[in-house]
C-alpha cells in the first residue's frame, strides 16, 4: 500500500511563489510520481510529473516555466519526496492540488488522471489578485 501525504499549500498574493510537497511511503516501486490540481466545479488536471529517475519530466502547457517538479529519493523502492515549486502564480492557479504515484508506459498517458493509482489528501492554494 501507498501513502501520500501532501503539504505546503496556502493563501498567496498573485505573481508569489509556494512550494509543495509530497511525502511518499510504502510500496511506491519505483513509479512515477505527479501533481495534479483540481478547481472548484472543475476537473482534475495533471500538472506535472516526474520518473523514479528524473530523466522524465512532464508538465502541462499552462505551468511551463513558472512550475518545476523535483524529488528527493530517500528510498526508491519504499520512500520519496516529491516537490512541486510554483512561481508567479495566477489566480487561475488557485485549486486543490494532489499528489499522485502511478505506473505510466506512454507520454500520451501521463495526463489522464485515471492511470494513476495512488492519491493524497491534496493540499489547498489560493491565489489571490
Given amino acids: 500500500q501507498v501513502f501520500l501525504a501532501e ?3 496556502g493563501s498567496v498574493q ?8 509530497c511525502r511518499a511511503s510504502g510500496r511506491i516501486n519505483a513509479r512515477m510520481m ?16 516526474i520518473s ?3 530523466r522524465t519530466i512532464y508538465y502541462a502547457d499552462s505551468v511551463k516555466g513558472r512550475f518545476t517538479i ?5 528510498n526508491a523502492e519504499t520512500g520519496n519526496t516529491v516537490y512541486l515549486q510554483m512561481s508567479d502564480l495566477k489566480t487561475e492557479d488557485s485549486a486543490m492540488y494532489y499528489c499522485a504515484n502511478g505506473y505510466i508506459r506512454l507520454d500520451s498517458e501521463w495526463d489522464s488522471s485515471e492511470n494513476w493509482d495512488d ?5 489547498r492554494v489560493t491565489v489571490s489578485s
Fill in 14 to 21: 498573485a505573481g508569489g511563489s509556494l512550494r509543495l510537497s
Fill in 34 to 49: 505527479a501533481w495534479f490540481r483540481q478547481a472548484s466545479g472543475k476537473a482534475r488536471e495533471a500538472v506535472a510529473a
Fill in 7 to 9: 503539504s505546503g499549500g
Fill in 119 to 123: 492519491w493524497g489528501q491534496g493540499t
Fill in 70 to 74: 523535483s524529488q528527493d529519493h530517500v
Fill in 52 to 54: 523514479p529517475s528524473g
